[in-house]
């Protein structure tokens, strides 16, 4: 009975060390793959800053824009001169700052705090009345072609009546006669610019954020395996404290080697994984401006997951050992 009882729980031990080691990488993945800060310095890294003005000139140039409630000067306008204006109008910081807003909302998004991902206009509009969006307008017009003399007559004229600058390359004599107007029409094109964009929303049925949320429900649980398996065994093996320190310092040694040495060297096999998911799944979850960082985001994520699980690893090998040699060592076999 007895020897049954022993290999009853050497299959139990073995099933622990099989499910405690994924269970301690479902863990940490849960609660390091889901927040804005795993990914802000990766994404500092990759320049993911320095390209929203490629997202704010698609944003401007989308179907929810009205062209015509903006200045003369700034309707018809290409992606490029776009991306130019917001390039001069939002220096570093504030690119920054809304780079991650942009990370802050789509991870509320991903948790279910929030049924879409949205970006905040209110920097844009404020730089836009300053110094700054003077600036931006000039850098617009010197990457026109030069006035023509009809073109700066015209220029001259709508600057008594309607304030309204000619689409070129002003002279630079007319400069200091066109700020006034460049900033009136700023004010009155920070007017027209919404307060917020929306990125993503959630769609009314099939919200594929249901399955992830069930998806991370189970990662979250994922421990409670091997712990019943441990209880099991402990149940049918230990009846000592010797025999505790021994039942259990194996497991846990092993267990903890094998997700220390999975950290180590498993980095390239997961980081294929994870790039793979992502570029297969996280369209439907992430902006239109994530997705072209699907390798940042399973580095970030990557680095952010090993890293924990190397160390988790180390003190769960250096418990195990110290319980294993602990048990080696203590004679007698005290019942418990």
Do not use: H
Request: charged share 10%; with cysteine.
């Amino acid at each position: 009975m007895d020897s049954l009882k022993k290999f009853i729980g050497i299959i139990f031990a073995i099933l622990f060390i099989s499910t405690a080691v994924p269970a301690l990488i479902f863990f940490n993945f849960d609660r390091r793959a889901f927040t804005a800060e795993t990914y802000q310095k990766a994404f500092a890294n990759a320049d993911f800053y320095g390209k929203l003005p490629v997202a704010l000139a698609e944003a401007m140039l989308s179907a929810s824009t009205d062209q015509s409630q903006l200045p003369i000067v700034m309707r018809g306008m290409s992606q490029n001169a776009w991306e130019a204006f917001f390039r001069t109008l939002l220096p570093q910081e504030t690119l920054k700052m809304m780079g991650d807003e942009i990370l802050n909302s789509t991870f509320a998004y991903l948790n279910m705090q929030a049924n879409s991902v949205q970006l905040s206009l209110v920097p844009l509009k404020t730089s836009m009345v300053s110094d700054l969006g003077v600036q931006a307008a000039y850098t617009l017009l010197n990457t026109q072609a030069d006035c023509t003399l009809e073109q700066m007559t015209q220029m001259a004229i709508d600057l008594f009546t309607k304030s309204e600058i000619q689409f070129c390359k002003p002279p630079a004599e007319l400069i200091p006669m066109l700020t006034p107007a460049i900033q009136g029409q700023m004010q009155f094109a920070a007017l027209a610019v919404p307060d917020q964009i929306t990125l993503i929303s959630a769609p009314p049925e099939n919200d594929p954020r249901v399955k992830l949320q069930t998806a991370r429900m189970a990662m979250r649980l994922s421990p409670i395996l091997p712990l019943l398996f441990l209880l099991a065994m402990t149940i049918l093996t230990v009846n000592s404290f010797k025999s505790w320190l021994s039942w259990w310092g194996i497991p846990f040694f092993v267990t903890g080697i094998l997700a220390s040495l999975m950290s180590l060297s498993g980095a390239p096999i997961f980081g294929t994984i994870l790039q793979r998911i992502l570029l297969d799944k996280i369209p439907a979850f992430l902006p239109s401006i994530l997705l072209d960082y699907a390798s940042d985001l399973a580095l970030a994520m990557l680095q952010s997951l090993l890293s924990p699980i190397l160390w988790q690893g180390l003190v769960i090998a250096l418990i195990g050992l110290i319980m294993t040699v602990a048990g080696y060592f203590i004679k007698g076999n005290t019942t418990i």
